[in-house]
T-cell receptor, first 108, second 118 residues
């Protein structure tokens, strides 16, 4: 069962930062939060993950609240190619739980 | 790294027929997962293997579904007999485990098999 909640859709202007929120209020102390995205007709692609510290890689930044019950994925300069469904997932006991995701529409 | 390879990409079959989906995981990965994606239910985990052994098949919808992993480089998901409600995109994913830990390396997904049962 999905344990994360995300807004169904968001719009972002090309070149601007996209901030995608996720609530994972049932997360336990040792569960990681992972983010994936799925571009139409492809398999989900890994973006970033974290436990309690903020993380950054070449694709995005991840901000996790101190109580770990929510997080925000930040795409600093969104491009049209970032249009996709973004999934916030919990990893627990070898299982990744995918919610319904957020459809990010990047507009020119 | 060729990534996770699934075949076929598309499968159209008639109700009652047997369907076999195939997956080749990334070399060296010891976990393999089968997911199903539909508009109504999203991404659902069906079953996963560790070192070729099925660990959790609680997501398999019913006895018509079966999965095998005869070796580290090949897995199959079989539906017999198929029904129209089985129409979905089936994804295979693999990852590298890190033992008894809350952390696992990210999933690497194939591009899926789109199954249509008429």
């Amino acid at each position: 069962d999905a344990k994360t909640t995300q807004p169904p859709s968001m719009d972002c202007a090309e070149g601007r930062a996209a901030n995608l929120p996720c609530n994972h209020s049932t997360i336990s102390g040792n569960e990681y939060v992972y983010w994936y995205r799925q571009i139409h007709s492809q398999g989900p692609q890994y973006i970033i993950h974290g436990l309690k510290n903020n993380e950054t890689n070449e694709m995005a930044s991840l901000i996790i609240t101190e109580d770990r019950k929510s997080s925000t994925l930040i795409l600093p300069h969104a491009t049209l190619r970032d249009t996709a469904v973004y999934y916030c997932t919990e990893y627990n006991f070898n299982k990744f739980y995918f919610g319904s995701g957020t459809k990010l529409n990047v507009k020119p | 790294d060729a990534g996770v390879i699934q075949s076929p990409r598309h499968e159209v079959t008639e109700m009652g027929q047997e369907v076999t989906l195939r997956c080749k995981p990334i070399s060296g990965h010891d976990y393999l997962f089968w997911y199903r994606q539909t508009m109504m239910r999203g991404l659902e985990l069906l079953i996963y293997f560790n070192n070729n052994v099925p660990i959790d098949d609680s997501g398999m919808p019913e006895d018509r579904f079966s999965a095998k992993m005869p070796n580290a480089s090949f897995s199959t998901l079989k539906i017999q007999p198929s029904e129209p409600r089985d129409s979905a995109v089936y994804f295979c994913a693999s990852s590298l485990g890190r033992g008894a830990s809350s952390y696992n390396s990210p999933l690497h997904f194939g591009n899926g098999t789109r199954l249509t049962v008429t």
